[in-house]
């Protein structure tokens, strides 16, 4: 900073000399013009009036032509303006000199700064004294640009190391155990952990999750542990198949729920072991300092990586117990082979015997669909829960009280009684009913549109297991009206509900 203020002083110093000389160069050059106008103007003057070049004809001029006298003075008005302008002219000269140096020092500042960047020095700031405040801002957000890229290029590196470095791990040991005891200590190790334990889904049990490896404070941790599916953090990660992050560790959460010690870590990830959505596990890795973004993203790779290996080791081991038991079941197949061959000729006689019975059933179902036929246009059919609600009728009932099927399922049985019948009647129906017993006779119902038709009834429970579990009934349509009422009068003499006038 001293030599700058010497070198700007210097300059100072010569600028102030040159532009003192120059002003006084031109008020030479002023005097020098004013004299040479005033030689000019005698001379042409001199030789206008064709007078010899004398003071006598000086003289004459003079006192002749008062404007000589004018043009006498000339040399000190030059003089005077030709100083006024070198003066001005360097003062403005001075003014560029100065902004020059200026804009020097300020893209010296510049330089510095890009110096600075260049030599990876990404802390450094544009100096203060640096005049464009938005050019500054610009510049700092740039370098602040490139320490992100630099701090992402570095997290790059670290992460693609760590992924080798763990891929070698994974290739180089086959065995389950081993290799949760290895990668927990690689992990641990690589994110500057304090705490790490491995769970694997148990492969006879799918709702629990043992621990197959522990390391701790650089060294193993021996023990087993078992957690459920869903119990804990932990067995909620499994369960989710979605990491978990506490910064706030409560203080008893390793004792109770990880099996990592008794210390309180300030930071806990649990991450589970999934490849294409399919979890073989968990990893839980404590530390005393928080783990970063980029952190938590290579421990989730790793996770993948690791489930993989896990995943195809367990598949592989399923194929070859399949294979066993696949060889297994073909020496049981060839002792079956010959049983199988005695049984096909039974089987072939079995199989003439059932088309036999087939036809017959066929025939016997051609019969009973032409029964059901003839039942549906000449009886009118419904069901009934054990309270009388209707749950089905045919279309013969619909035909012959008018209503359609969805107005009366749903209905009790008295949605179509009509008011002329005895209660006594539905009594006794209710009655033999409820002890398994079919009920017959005239019952007298009503239309939808008011009117009346009479039928001959029959109603059978239906038992199952010993209970009645519903009703169904037949009734057949007495067009007869007449006729109908002879039969009911009879029906009522029979129960002795008829009036002795009636009668």
Same mark, same amino acid.
């Given at each position: 900073?001293?030599?700058?203020?010497?070198?700007?002083?210097?300059?100072?110093?010569?600028?102030?000399?040159?532009?003192?000389?120059?002003?006084?160069?031109?008020?030479?050059?002023?005097?020098?013009?004013?004299?040479?106008?005033?030689?000019?103007?005698?001379?042409?003057?001199?030789?206008?009036?064709?007078?010899?070049?004398?003071?006598?004809?000086?003289?004459?001029?003079?006192?002749?032509?008062?404007?000589?006298?004018?043009?006498?003075?000339?040399?000190?008005?030059?003089?005077?303006?030709?100083?006024?302008?070198?003066?001005?002219?360097?003062?403005?000269?001075?003014?560029?000199?100065?902004?020059?140096?200026?804009?020097?020092?300020?893209?010296?500042?510049?330089?510095?700064?890009?110096?600075?960047?260049?030599?990876?020095?990404?802390?450094?700031?544009?100096?203060?004294?640096?005049?464009?405040?938005?050019?500054?801002?610009?510049?700092?957000?740039?370098?602040?640009?490139?320490?992100?890229?630099?701090?992402?290029?570095?997290?790059?590196?670290?992460?693609?190391?760590?992924?080798?470095?763990?891929?070698?791990?994974?290739?180089?040991?086959?065995?389950?155990?081993?290799?949760?005891?290895?990668?927990?200590?690689?992990?641990?190790?690589?994110?500057?952990?304090?705490?790490?334990?491995?769970?694997?889904?148990?492969?006879?049990?799918?709702?629990?999750?043992?621990?197959?490896?522990?390391?701790?404070?650089?060294?193993?941790?021996?023990?087993?542990?078992?957690?459920?599916?869903?119990?804990?953090?932990?067995?909620?990660?499994?369960?989710?198949?979605?990491?978990?992050?506490?910064?706030?560790?409560?203080?008893?959460?390793?004792?109770?729920?990880?099996?990592?010690?008794?210390?309180?870590?300030?930071?806990?990830?649990?991450?589970?072991?999934?490849?294409?959505?399919?979890?073989?596990?968990?990893?839980?890795?404590?530390?005393?300092?928080?783990?970063?973004?980029?952190?938590?993203?290579?421990?989730?790779?790793?996770?993948?990586?690791?489930?993989?290996?896990? +995943?195809?080791?367990?598949?592989?081991?399923?194929?070859? /117990?399949?294979? #066993?038991? =696949? $060889?297994?079941?073909?020496? !049981? *197949?060839?002792?079956?082979?010959?049983?199988?061959?005695?049984?096909?000729?039974?089987?072939?006689?079995?199989?003439?015997?059932?088309?036999?019975?087939?036809?017959?059933?066929?025939?016997?179902?051609?019969?009973?669909?032409?029964?059901?036929?003839?039942?549906?246009?000449?009886?009118?059919?419904?069901?009934?829960? +054990?309270?009388?609600?209707?749950?089905?009728?045919?279309? /013969?009932?619909? #035909?012959? =009280? $008018?209503?359609?099927?969805? !107005? *009366?399922?749903?209905?009790?049985?008295?949605?179509?009684?009509?008011?002329?019948?005895?209660?006594?009647?539905?009594?006794?129906?209710?009655?033999?009913?409820?002890?398994?017993?079919?009920?017959?006779?005239?019952?007298?119902?009503?239309?939808?549109?008011?009117?009346?038709?009479?039928?001959?009834?029959?109603?059978?429970?239906?038992?199952?297991?010993?209970?009645?579990?519903?009703?169904?009934?037949?009734?057949?349509?007495?067009?007869?009206?007449?006729?109908?009422?002879?039969?009911?009068?009879?029906?009522?003499?029979?129960?002795?509900?008829?009036?002795?006038?009636?009668?």
């Amino acid at each position: 900073m001293e030599s700058f203020s010497n070198t700007y002083s210097g300059t100072y110093n010569f600028l102030s000399l040159n532009n003192h000389t120059f002003k006084y160069r031109m008020a030479y050059l002023g005097a020098f013009l004013g004299v040479t106008l005033i030689i000019i103007a005698m001379v042409v003057d001199l030789f206008a009036k064709d007078l010899p070049f004398t003071f006598e004809s000086v003289d004459i001029l003079y006192t002749s032509n008062p404007t000589h006298w004018i043009i006498l003075t000339s040399p000190f008005f030059l003089t005077t303006l030709f100083y006024a302008m070198g003066r001005m002219i360097g003062e403005q000269e001075y003014k560029i000199e100065q902004q020059l140096q200026r804009e020097k020092d300020q893209f010296s500042m510049l330089e510095q700064f890009i110096a600075e960047l260049e030599n990876g020095n990404y802390t450094a700031s544009v100096s203060q004294e640096f005049e464009n405040a938005t050019v500054a801002g610009q510049l700092e957000h740039f370098r602040d640009k490139l320490l992100e890229g630099k701090s992402a290029e570095e997290r790059r590196a670290w992460e693609n190391q760590g992924l080798a470095s763990f891929g070698d791990l994974l290739r180089s040991v086959s065995d389950i155990d081993k290799l949760s005891d290895d990668a927990i200590r690689y992990i641990v190790k690589y994110l500057s952990c304090n705490q790490g334990s491995v769970y694997i889904l148990n492969e006879h049990d799918a709702d629990t999750l043992d621990m197959k490896a522990c390391y701790a404070f650089d060294r193993k941790k021996f023990g087993s542990q078992t957690i459920g599916v869903g119990q804990g953090l932990v067995g909620q990660c499994f369960l989710e198949k979605e990491p978990v992050i506490l910064y706030d560790v409560p203080r008893n959460y390793i004792k109770i729920t990880s099996g990592l010690g008794m210390a309180t870590p300030s930071c806990v990830v649990i991450v589970p072991l999934k490849h294409n959505n399919e979890v073989a596990g968990v990893i839980e890795v404590a530390s005393f300092h928080r783990l970063e973004e980029y952190h938590i993203k290579f421990l989730e790779k790793v996770a993948e990586a690791f489930a993989s290996v896990v +995943l195809s080791a367990r598949s592989n081991q399923d194929i070859k /117990r399949l294979l #066993e038991e =696949s $060889q297994v079941h073909m020496e !049981e *197949l060839r002792s079956q082979e010959e049983e199988m061959r005695q049984s096909l000729e039974e089987l072939q006689s079995v199989q003439e015997q059932m088309v036999r019975q087939l036809s017959e059933n066929v025939n016997m179902k051609n019969q009973l669909e032409a029964r059901e036929k003839v039942l549906g246009l000449t009886t009118i059919l419904s069901e009934s829960d +054990l309270y009388g609600t209707i749950t089905f009728v045919n279309d /013969r009932f619909c #035909e012959v =009280s $008018q209503y359609s099927a969805d !107005e *009366l399922i749903g209905q009790g049985h008295n949605f179509v009684r009509h008011p002329d019948m005895p209660a006594e009647i539905f009594a006794r129906m209710w009655k033999l009913l409820k002890r398994g017993q079919p009920f017959q006779g005239i019952i007298k119902n009503r239309k939808k549109d008011g009117t009346h038709y009479w039928v001959d009834a029959t109603i059978m429970p239906v038992i199952e297991n010993g209970k009645i579990v519903k009703y169904i009934g037949a009734r057949y349509h007495i067009k007869d009206d007449t006729h109908a009422q002879r039969l009911f009068l009879r029906q009522l003499n029979t129960l002795g509900l008829l009036s002795p006038a009636v009668v």
